[in-house]
């Protein structure tokens, strides 16, 4: 009996070894997304007032923002025109750098959230939505209130250039063993949907609209005209990453 539990143990070593040798070494996929996210979001757009807006208000917080989400290349900045403004926040993670729940669990239903926010209202996938004739990927939407301001916020997690989202999101992100377990069950989907190979590229998309109703958003034509110009993302199904040549991210 001693004999046999040490050859099985022995087994799921065996195993369990070959599985990180394999995602380790054998799973890295190459990059596709090289357009570096200071072009991706212009700095400059004829008729906008833009703005770089800090990820945290001190050096301190900063440190903390950047070891925490471990990213590659970001992108935050404002976009003001007229009534519009815009907040933008892309994070893009290089092949073999986070596992999907990783990356795209810093969302505004955690983070914010966690940080006071009441998500109010939330839906999820959205499919089919267009700007100016050309189809959006599907993406995630919420409206986040505290004290007395709200943020209408779409948001996409892309992996692979393609969209990846979990059937819902609760509002709030526990730490510790807490948030272990409840993770689990989104790390199992993730391997039955991508397999072992969870080193992918990704690209996390944030577009926020402090202060103002999504249906006037949404009617704006400047606000059509800001998407197409952000399009190199890959949040429109008509320019996938790699649809055209571009510098290339160090």
């Known amino acids: 009996m001693k004999k046999f539990f040490f050859v099985a143990l022995a087994a799921v070593f065996l195993v369990v070894a070959g599985i990180v040798i394999y995602v380790k070494f054998f799973t890295v996929t190459n990059a596709k997304f090289t357009t570096p996210l200071d072009v991706v979001a212009p700095a400059e757009i004829p008729g906008w ?4 807006i800090p990820l945290a208000e001190s050096q301190g917080m900063l440190a903390h923002v950047l070891k925490t989400l471990d990213f590659d290349d970001y992108a935050s900045r404002e976009y003001t025109k007229g009534a519009l403004s815009i907040t933008f926040y892309a994070a893009y993670w290089k092949p073999g750098k986070r596992s999907p729940i990783d990356a795209g669990g810093h969302n505004p239903d955690a983070c914010w959230v966690n940080f006071g926010w009441t998500r ?3 839906e999820y996938s959205v499919a089919g939505k267009k700007f100016s004739g050309r189809e ?3 993406y995630e939407f919420g409206v986040y209130e505290r004290d007395g301001g709200t943020i209408p916020v779409f948001f996409w997690h892309l992996v692979n250039g393609e969209p990846h989202a979990y059937k ?3 509002a709030g992100w526990k730490d510790g063993w807490a948030g272990v377990l409840f993770r689990l069950p989104k790390r199992i989907e993730d391997l039955r949907r991508l397999g072992l190979n969870q080193r992918r590229e990704q690209l996390f998309v944030r577009i926020s609209f402090p202060g103002q109703k999504i249906e006037d958003v949404l009617a704006n034509p400047d606000f059509h005209d800001f998407m197409n110009k952000i399009d190199a993302t890959g949040i429109f199904i008509d320019k ?3 649809a055209e040549s571009a510098p290339v991210i160090k």
């Open 49 to 52: 007032k833009v703005k770089d």
């Open 120 to 122: 109010t209202a939330r």
């Open 136 to 138: 959006l990927v599907p």
């Open 168 to 170: 819902d999101h609760r």
């Open 240 to 242: 996938p990453w790699g």
